[in-house]
Structure formats: C-alpha cells, structure tokens
C-alpha cells in the first residue's frame, strides 16, 4: 500500500434528500495502490450498491488509464513515446493532464507532473528495506528531464507529446483527486442524493443533512505521540465538509530517515529533493478534488508565505501545520475547524 488515508471520515449523520428511512451504504475497494472507500445514502441497498458499484468502476477506470507502473497505461505509452511521437489517448487522459498543466501553471513549477524521472531515483515504498539518498549528481541529472512546460497538447487530435527523450509523467500528486471527482459524478448519475468518495487521503463530498450539517472529517496527527497501527484514525482536527473535496499532503505519509534527517514523497522540483519548508502537514479545501489534491502537494513545495497567498488569492480553504505544532488557516476557515489536540495551537497568519 503506497499510502494510507489521512482524512478520516469520523461521523455521518442523515443527509439531504435523505428521508427517515435512507440508510447508509459502505464499501472498500483497493484500487490506485490504496483503500478507496465510497459510502451513500439510499433507501433502496439495490440503488445504493449499484450507485457505489459505478463509482468504482470509474476509479477503476482511471487507475488503468493513468497507472505509472503499468505496462500498458496511457501514461506508460505517453513516456515510452517522449522525444519521439505524439500519442493519441482517451478523452479522461488528455483532461487530466490539460488541468495538471494548468496548475503547473498556477503555482510557478511547484506542481510538475513531469517530476517522474526524479521520482524514480527516490525509494520511498515501504517495501524497501534500507533506502537511501540518491547521490546529488544523480538528482541534477533527472532535473533537466523536469519541465511541464514541455508538454504538447494537441486537443483536436487527443494527442500529448513529451517534447525531450528521457521526460515522463507521474500523475501522482493529481490522479486521486481527480478519481474522487468523477467517482462522484458517477455515483450522482444514478440518482443518489448524498455521498463520500475518498481515495485514500484524497475525499470528495456532496450532500447535507436536513438540519444544514456536512460529512464530518478527521485531519490525521502528522506527530503523533505514540506509533499507532491505525494512524490515520489518529486526528488533531476535524471539521465539516459540505459539497467541496478536501486533500492532505504530509511529511509523515512516504518517508524515511537517515542520519536523522526526514526524507519525503513530496519533491521540490527546483532542486530534486524533498519540499524543505517549516510544513509537516498542508490540507486544501475546494470544490473539486483534483484541484485540492495538486494543490496540497503545491502548497507543501511552496511553503507557509507563498502558500498561504496562493491559497488566498484564489479564495481556496487550506490548513497548513508547521514543524511547531502551529496551525495557520486561510482567513475563510477561522473558527470552523475544530482542533482536539492541544499540543496544535491555531495562530494568526499575518503576512
Ligand atoms: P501527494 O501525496 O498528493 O502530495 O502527491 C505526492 C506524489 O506526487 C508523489 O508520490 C509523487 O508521485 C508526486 N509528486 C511529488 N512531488 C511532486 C511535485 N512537486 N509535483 C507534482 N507531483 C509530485
Ligand atoms: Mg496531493
């Protein structure tokens, strides 16, 4: 499992359109290398499982398209042809790559799905029994295949080219969000009024209960006190969500350490190392999920300064915990998120 859920879904009380006697429905899958869980509301089971059953085979779907480990994804035809020919892919393939273009964009680099070949030389899968830091040469070397800017997209012919051999996407930082996105439309499709898709720590919403409340969410502790074999239900926050997705990127959730230093999944594409800010911890908050997923993993590059600007110049929620325990919220999120550990002290951002 590459990555376990970092959002808990804590409670789920009756929502809208739900009459008295609608019921919750629940299921698991592993699916994109980790737990996806999709829940609804219905009153019929048969309506309900169908509902849950066509969300799943969109994610499915996704997961073959997109896949950066399979032989014969999309992705993996897009990379094997860089430097040499355009390739012609699905219309769910040229949209995701078009939006993580455009949030390469957005943030200035800190996002760049072309950061795989860098990916490649860090070892961060919990089955590698001694990783290590790649040697600096090395880095430097992958870095120059690292530009988003290099991606050719031809809409009218569905074609992507990658401008320079030796370039690859990895939709990583994306792919989850986005798979929560369309796993909603398709579980709305079949007429279901109320719902919560989350692939692993990537979750997407709709529906309230009658009385006005949302699913209510668990940030997971990025420093917990003690290793727990179920971290992800270990929360320092909770908060509700209502018709929006949320993401959370950390330090903690693909790391090792070495000579007492923590090295992490999420990279700098500036300098092929892992993001070295005061972040331990970055949620996002927005209506849809492949925004709230590139964005987290974005914010974390960028830092509290930038990020935080960044997230309030486009009037987007974020959670942003730092080294200290400190918490900073975009000014839209102050009082509606509920901290329960007292060791995480909410302060003012000012900047
Ligand atoms: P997330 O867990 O959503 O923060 O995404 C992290 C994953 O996205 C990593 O495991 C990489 O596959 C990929 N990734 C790492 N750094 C970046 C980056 N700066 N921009 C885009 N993708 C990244
Ligand atoms: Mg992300």
Redesign the pocket.
Known sequence: M??AACLLMISLAFMSGCTERDRMYRESRVLMDTFCTITVAGSSEEKARKAINSGFAEIEKLDGLLN?FSEDSEITAVNRAAGIRPVRVSRETLDIVKKAVHI?EITGG????T??PV?SLWK?SKDVSAPSVPPEDAVADALRYVDYRKIKINTAASEIYLAEKGMAL?L???A??YAADRAVEAVKAEGIKAALVAVA??IRGFGLNPSGQGWRLGIQDPRPAAVSERPWEDVFATLELRDKAI?T?GDY??FFIKDGRRYF?????GTGFP?DTDLISVTVIAPEGYVT??L???V??LGVEKGMKLLESMGIDGILVCAGKKILLTENLRGKVNILNTAYQAVNYSP
């Open positions: 590459k990555r950066y390469s800190a996002f760049d799905p950061i795989a990916v961060f990895d990583g930082g994306i989850k969000g720590g990537d993401s990127s959730q693909r999944h999420i990279l700098d594409p993001a997923d590139s987290a993993t974005a974390f590059v």
